[in-house]
């Protein structure tokens, strides 16, 4: 093998090594067994005179010649995406690409009920997978490429990443009707009262702030139980009689059909901008300009939620 045999495939192989910093883990991204990764990436290292990857402590570590290529591969590899997406006249109509998009449980109803049906009318054979990640295992995967976008409000996301806002996010106490706060508003009902506490630990979430304001609030027999979903926060309050504070814009819908009605929060309660954030290599990428531009879009037919 030549320099000059070099195809696509040997240059996705090297960038899912680098990403995976595993030979088999790259062969299982890539559909291909694992003797067939193993033959291609002797070949690399003949063609190019460098080992590329070394076994290291956890894994594969790449070499310093493959550190220093990893860019020219990735671009490389985005210009045949974008002649596969049809270059300059990109058309959504024609896009066959799956999406990894990383967000809580209320991100996760953004895309499937809001994004998704304006996406589906442009690209109908997009596709797209959703996944909830912990801090660190988001950073990780953007950098690496194995997610494409994150929705949410994450002020600790590293350098490297590029940010937009969507919408602006404010809380809300819900409740049944009858119940004593929810017909009150007031501090001294809040305290009173049992609540179900929506928790976003390990997520590095903006709504941390909130959540902590609230255990320190309220007595620990008052908060009777704790759970890491919004979504399942609203439906155990209403089965269960109890008040949830939750961000409002997305979940106002959903807490009507659970029979539950919304207050303004009777403390401090700020807003926090939700944005989407991805990896700055994926900037030039034509078809991930119009899954952003898409998603920017959608954003905007969320409903306003009134606070009074």
Known sequence: MNIDEIDFKHLRLLEAIYRKRSLSEAARSLDIPQPTASHALARLRLALRDDLVVKARGGMEPTPRLAAIIDQIGEVLNLKRMIADGGTDFAPERLEREFVIACSDVGQLLVSTIFAPLAQIRAP???????????????????NGDVDLALGAFPELSAGINVQALYTESYRCYGH????????????DYRAAEHVVVSTKGLAHAHRIAEHTIENMLEPNKMQICVSSFLVGITTAARLNLIVTSPSKLLEDFTRKNGLVGVAPPFEADDFQV???????????????????TMFQACKQIPTVSNS
Not at 125 to 138: G, K, N, P, Q, S
Not at 275 to 293: F, G, V
């Open 125 to 143: 054979f997009a596709r797209y997978r959703v996944v909830t990640l912990h801090m660190h295992e988001m950073i990780l995967a953007l950098e």
């Open 177 to 188: 009707p009858e119940h004593a706060f929810i017909q009150s508003g007031a501090m001294d």
């Open 275 to 293: 944005n989407q954030y991805w990896h700055s290599r994926e900037n030039s990428d034509t078809a991930h300009k119009w899954l952003r531009k």
